[in-house]
Structure formats: structure tokens, C-alpha cells
């Protein structure tokens, strides 16, 4: 079976910072692209970053570039969101999801071939 199982979040003060894992199973890891999403309460599902297995490339949203860094451990099978100058305004519901590429959450699409669970990032002010 496909599973991805995120992990990571927690309550933590603005400024702070956060890591967030991805770990995947049931499919080779290799060929997919991983991507984080957040959803806040009545807000829209957004994507935040994707990374591609195959190459390591990788994609930002203008509202985490330059606080957000993902990275992909293949060994493990785990892509890896690492969050710092955390902001009131990053609280969300973040998921992880696995498709051939980034290219769906780039274009700001939701159909990702897998999704997991997601966690809760809470910034306080």
C-alpha cells in the first residue's frame, strides 16, 4: 500500500522554526516528486514546495522562498521541509503528496497521484 506519513508539526513562536519529514512507502520513490501543501481554516489548499526525486530540483511559493528549504533523503525515502522565521500566517494543516513531477503543484493544481495525513503547524504571535 502507498503511504505517506507526515510528521513534524507543533506549536512554536513566531521566528521559530520547525522541521517537517515526509516519510513515503508502496511506490519508488525515484520517479515521483514530493510536495508539501497547507491549508488554513477557511482558506484554500496552497502549495507551499516540491522537490524531484529523480533530479533535486526544486520549486518555492513566493511566500515561504527564502524561509522554507526542502530536501530529500532517497536513502530513506523521506523529503524533508525545513521551516525558520516562522509567521502567525504559516499556521496550517500541511500535507505531503507524491506525483511524476512538480509540475501539478507548481501550476497550483490538487491532483497529486498520493496524499498523506497531514500535520499541524500552529506560530503563535
Known amino acids: 500500500d502507498v503511504q505517506l506519513q507526515a510528521s513534524g508539526g507543533g506549536l512554536v513562536q513566531a521566528g521559530g522554526s520547525l522541521r517537517l519529514s515526509c516519510a513515503a512507502s508502496?511506490?519508488?520513490?525515484?520517479?515521483?516528486?514530493i510536495g508539501w501543501f497547507r491549508q488554513a481554516p477557511g482558506k484554500e489548499r496552497e502549495g507551499v514546495s516540491c522537490?524531484?526525486?529523480?533530479?533535486?530540483?526544486?520549486y518555492y511559493a513566493d511566500s515561504v522562498k527564502g524561509r522554507f528549504t526542502i530536501s530529500s533523503d532517497n536513502a530513506k525515502n523521506t523529503v524533508y521541509l525545513q521551516m525558520n522565521s516562522l509567521k502567525p500566517e504559516d499556521t496550517a494543516v500541511y500535507y505531503c503528496?507524491?506525483?511524476?513531477?512538480?509540475?501539478?503543484?507548481?501550476?497550483?493544481?490538487?491532483?497529486?497521484?498520493?496524499w498523506g495525513k497531514g500535520t499541524q503547524v500552529t506560530v503563535s504571535s
Open positions: 503528496a507524491a506525483d511524476k513531477s512538480c509540475v501539478v503543484l507548481v501550476r497550483g493544481y490538487y491532483g497529486m497521484d498520493y
Open positions: 508502496g511506490f519508488t520513490f525515484d520517479d515521483y516528486a
Open positions: 522537490i524531484s526525486s529523480s533530479d533535486g530540483s526544486t
